[in-house]
């Protein structure tokens, strides 16, 4: 009895499920929802302008225990008038997201911010990792 044909066939068989399964939750991951979470939220000292810090959430999909998880994808900061959607962003870049868990934000005037990512780890006591300064009427 030839043996070759039944084990080449059941490793087909498994390589073509797992193939299935890979593309199927391809296709379910382009639909990836992102969450936000609101870090700080500021207005400008004469009221007309706001800014308001986020950290979003992208969710996948573990193909080995197939779990729903959610990663930290990016720190951005919402501007825009006072009492508008806040649809304009910048990203913040040069900070790992995970790692950010307090923001400060200050107003030099009423068109410049400057936020502060503080690094709240164990051996950074309350340290600014970041600062980025942005003047809201050139972005």
Known sequence: ???????????????????????VDKRQQQSNM????????STSPDKKNIVEVKKLYRQSTDY?????KQKVDSIR????????????????????????HNVD??????QHVIIEIINTEQYKKNKVDKRFNYHLKEL
């Open 77 to 100: 900061m919402y501007y825009g008038r006072s009492g508008s959607m806040l649809n304009q962003y910048r990203e913040l870049k040069g900070i790992h997201p995970s790692r950010v």
């Open 34 to 41: 992102t969450q936000s979470v609101s870090l700080t939220t």
């Open 64 to 68: 080995f225990d197939y779990e729903q």
């Open 105 to 110: 934000v200050y107003w030099r005037n009423n």
């Open 1 to 23: 009895m030839k043996k070759w044909p039944w084990i080449m066939l059941s490793v087909g068989v498994i390589l073509l499920v797992f193939m299935m399964n890979y593309f």
